[in-house]
């Protein structure tokens, strides 16, 4: 590569450019870690991005109308900081680019949401930025058709890279996008043909720009280091109603030794090397140094924005009251008021009915509720939308003739759908929730671990939560999953026993701001369990006494789901042979642990004999079934110990011996 | 559609598919359950396929070059079964197709390996066939390479839906495939565009040709019910160099009132319209009959394989006996015999030189010598060779144009990687491991799931398997992972602490048949523990008393992986103490759960208080922490609590307070 062609081609844009491929290589080099050689490529795609399109104001990060930038190769973030500390975001000083990667900074490894203002995502674990940016793209074209262009209207830029292309996840976003039309979505892929085990051709050989035109993505290809193509090529981007791709030649550690080798993707450490790479750029200054015009050039850019957000706080201002206060609160992340009363209204009306129905139609029968006083949620499936019951009567479908509906057919994409779940919390006025089979949350793994990360209250509605689910068999029953789930941290697993558990579930999840939830949710009937209405919400306690004993106590049965009724035809067996038996709904784990002590010691008092129902495997189990203190409390468990099998759900909880009769059993040989 | 059409055109071609679709309607409908319209719009084209170009001997399930039949559309098993009935293995008799997804039948509602002989591959879970298929080819080009085409030599072909070819997973299928030019790999896409949620253009308006076209497969579109057309393009496959797809346009439920609908996609049980069907077909017969010519005639298909199975029987009896015997061996999963005394080698050689590595170090020294001595082993990486420490010096890579390699790269596909790895291991004679970092099992989980179900003996090896990592920081830093792995079914688990371990690991991983296995290694460098030469394999106990204590036994501490080292740490300053400590080394908690009770009470006997110690949450720690008997001991835990940060790794262990000062002063604070 001839820089120095570069270099005079466009001095001023290569000096900007210039700023980021320096301060990531000192970053880097003080770090000993970390990734040189993608934010030293992807340079000058970004300082043309930042200077002549990205809507954006470093004082106001939460800008509603902002558009959004989307690292998805996190692994450059150095990329990411540069530019936060060069156009003035106030949480990225340059004390924090020295401090790249160490305790405490809000310059972690990879780009983090929530250490810094002004990230918007947290990458990484690569395809997840792409995926995301779907999510943001479809809250945008939702949001845009619901307040109009006036408040809503903005783009979401992405840099992906091989990996992100490579990575599965991302045809699902690809092909997602390109169905939905949305236009607004602009990915840059950084194609510098290298990967960590070498070439890009040793394992991929795929014609990328063919690839996404084939589902209908407006393409380019361009040279990734000239400046007037990177613009022409937005400047058409934006233009085309369809989401759009450039594909743009780089060189990965352009300038440096290491340029065009995978070496060049991780650490370039050599001072030596560093300081010619420097050099070559016309920029041999001191480690962390930007030329003063530089700087205030960066600034410049950074000041761009201002005057367009005055201009929308200006329309904003002139929305009524109510729509300025409806705006806000969604964009709060906060519940309307009348939630509680609505939930409390459905519990009451529950609990007199007695329904005896499928806890995943007990969550369709409150979604039907919420969605008509919840304008901000976006409902959706992984082509399950019958079996999953997510879609309610008026919210309308998602699509590019009806941008005003509200469900969206994800297709047969669990991991697109978690990841744009991701984004379109992220992008803020939108409650996301989402449906597939339980057992497939194993697909959409990777994603669901980034919204607990990174603490974004999306709702997945995991149905057909056990075999229960009956002859589609083990590929479809979840047995671990639960556990799974519960391991993770910050994740609210709920498994309602019925439709006043699943309705109190969902108030959780609804008002939840920094915590995902999964709920668990049964393919057969469930009786009600929860006759008596209560107007408190039993299950934000996470367990609770749901029928005590009626004599000494003697035995308390724990279950969940739909293994609590089980548990409560165990306590009749057992009352009925006089020994005292309670039973505890546990109908979400992580919200009992949070309780205090005394309150989890009055549910499950040392003492009596304890004994686990559900069809799950115990995996984590012992945390409840042993006492708090010294003393260990007899304890058995009846679920799973294995794989299930296909058969009729009925026969399966048989043969597996999840019975109340065996439960019962499992009481008596304990009180022995 | 035109029955009467289809029928008149090709009467005896006709009546072979109607077999399939009528068994297909009759086992539905007495099941009640399950999907009836795939197998009757892809029964033409599998006809076609087993009239006229798969080789195969019902006889003879097993044969090792018999051609590979891959349904990856996994719902329609009925047509799996219809066709393995047909053509006479002897598994699938017609009382199997009666008792269709009913307990103990092997017709269960998925296809499930190892049910009946004969079933390749379980699937269900889409996507995973066809990524199986691609681990299928793979192996029989190595095969064909090492053995020759006299001996192997034979196709893979797949059955793919508009699910599969949405979920992620197949393009990481589709990538691979092209790259390496996957010629005797052949895909139909059963394009009748309908999902569960409706037609496919909700959700998707991707041009599949196009999209296989981009990876470099050789492409056609025929219309699925034409069987000249069907044959035709099996033929141009065949003679391409290059893997291919055959999109073929169906009709799904065929002839049934509900063709072309998303229900027609379901369980179709209406009599009347069974009847009505079946009428129309020209089979106007009673439940799960087959005309004796039509039956007699698939039986002549199912007969037709047995002339070159003897051909090549009598090519396998002219090899070497030593060359037999390899073969043999390596299609049994039996352990060379050599393999333990090079382990016990390597042991001894590591227990004197005591060296300071990384466990994944440790696993590339211990490949090192298991390489060389197993031919069937195919290594590789999801582009992260050089930190997974997976290629050892002689494997070769695989590639077009060196297929004898036995070390793939990827590329950044764990999900496509482990699904590879299940069709190596399920087209036998090859044992496949494959490298990742252990915090993107999260990426795999839905093939890794698989290997467990099926019980095949893949090697998963997982490194950076905690905070250890360091400076990447929390998305890179698995917490809950160890957890939900040894959450699954069928699983090991190992995390050694050493090099010696490591090897014992590989041992127990190498001679596993019907288990996968996982090894979690460390990023950063651990000191040997195991200085003392033990011919027995100690990590196939799962766990074992390292350093017993040197006075009256206060306190045992339990350890895995990089946190052993901190536990004898622990240990020293206890010791110093007068605190008679012993370290238990707990590599694998589920061959540990598998000793008796008189061992796992010998290593963890009741009295002493009790520390795990380990960089994960606690999250099913507790089955070990509390004793096994009436009373419990007191117990405590030192490790993560939530998600990791990013920092240098001494300084993350650091601040999470995973010290071997910390595990002392909890061992004090509960004997106190």
Not at 372 to 385: K, R
Not at 498 to 524: N, Y
Not at 552 to 580: C, F, H, N, P
């Amino acid at each position: 590569m001839d820089i120095a062609a570069l270099r005079s081609a466009h001095p001023d844009h290569w000096k900007k450019a210039t700023a980021i491929r320096t301060l990531t290589l000192d970053a880097v080099a003080a770090a000993n870690s970390g990734h040189s050689g993608m934010p030293m490529g992807m340079a000058d795609v970004a300082t043309v991005l930042f200077q002549n399109h990205l809507t954006f104001d470093p004082k106001a990060p939460a800008w509603p109308d902002r558009d959004r930038f989307i690292l998805s190769a996190g692994h450059g973030s150095m990329l990411l900081y540069a530019l936060m500390y060069l156009t003035g975001y106030e949480d990225i000083t340059l004390q924090q680019i020295k401090d790249f990667r160490q305790w405490g900074a809000k310059t972690a490894g990879h780009p983090e949401y929530g250490h810094a203002r002004g990230i918007e995502t947290t990458t990484g674990p690569l395809g997840q930025g792409i995926a995301n940016a779907v999510g943001f793209a479809i809250a945008e074209e939702i949001q845009r058709a619901h307040w109009g262009a006036k408040i809503v209207d903005h783009h979401t830029y992405v840099i992906a890279g091989d990996g992100c292309l490579m990575e599965g996840v991302s045809q699902e976003a690809i092909g997602l996008a390109g169905m939905q039309k949305l236009g607004h979505l602009v990915v840059f892929w950084d194609n510098n043909n290298i990967t960590i085990d070498g070439t890009v051709d040793i394992a991929d050989i795929t014609n990328q720009p063919a690839r996404f035109a084939a589902s209908g993505w407006h393409v380019q290809e361009i040279d990734g280091h000239d400046p007037v193509a990177i613009d022409a090529a937005i400047v058409a981007a934006k233009a085309d109603p369809r989401p759009s791709m450039i594909a743009c030649k780089t060189h990965i550690a352009l300038g440096h030794a290491a340029q065009d080798t995978s070496k060049g993707h991780g650490a370039l450490t050599n001072a030596d090397q560093l300081a010619a790479a420097k050099t070559a750029y016309g920029a041999p200054l001191g480690a962390f140094e930007v030329a003063a015009d530089v700087l205030d050039a960066w600034q410049a850019i950074g000041a761009r924005g201002a005057q367009t957000r005055a201009a929308w706080e200006a329309r904003f201002a002139a929305l009524s009251p109510a729509k300025q206060a409806e705006f806000t609160r969604a964009y709060a992340g906060d519940a309307p008021k009348k939630l509680a009363a609505t939930i409390r209204a459905l519990k009451k009306q529950i609990s007199e009915s007695a329904p005896s129905v499928a806890t995943r139609k007990s969550s369709e029968m409150t979604l039907e509720v919420i969605n008509p006083i919840m304008a901000e949620t976006i409902g959706g499936s992984a082509d399950l939308t019958g079996s999953n019951n997510t879609k309610t009567r008026d919210m309308g479908v998602f699509h590019p003739d009806t941008r005003k509906g509200r469900y969206i057919y994800y297709g047969i994409r669990e991991h697109g759908m978690a990841a744009a779940m991701n984004g379109m919390a992220l992008h803020g006025g939108a409650r996301a929730y989402g449906g597939t089979f339980m057992c497939f949350t194993d697909y959409a793994r990777g994603a669901m671990r980034l919204s607990a990360l990174m603490g974004v209250p999306v709702t997945y509605v995991m149905t057909h939560d056990s075999i229960g689910l009956g002859e589609d068999g083990p590929t479809h029953q979840p047995i671990e999953h639960l556990a799974m789930l519960r391991a993770t941290p910050n994740m609210h697993v709920f498994r309602p026993a019925d439709t006043v558990e699943t309705a109190e579930a969902w108030e959780m999840a609804l008002t939840s701001k920094t915590t995902p939830s999964v709920l668990a949710l049964s393919r057969q009937n469930l009786p009600t369990v929860r006759k008596t209405h209560t107007a408190k919400n039993l299950t934000a306690q996470g367990g609770y006494v749901l029928a005590d004993a009626e004599s000494k106590r003697q035995a308390i049965i724990m279950a969940t789901g739909s293994e609590v009724e089980i548990a409560l035809a165990a306590r009749d067996l057992l009352q009925a042979d006089g020994i005292g038996t309670r039973v505890v709904s546990m109908p979400c784990w992580e919200l009992f642990e949070e309780q205090d002590d005394s309150y989890r010691r009055k549910v499950l008092p040392a003492g009596p004999v304890r004994v686990a129902v559900e069809a799950g495997i115990r995996f984590g189990w012992d945390r409840w079934l042993f006492g708090e203190r010294g003393k260990r409390e007899k304890s058995g468990f009846v679920g799973m110990h294995g794989f299930g099998a296909s058969a009729p759900a009925e026969r399966l909880y048989q043969e597996f011996g999840i019975t109340a009769q065996n439960v019962a059993d499992k009481v008596k040989s304990l009180i022995k």
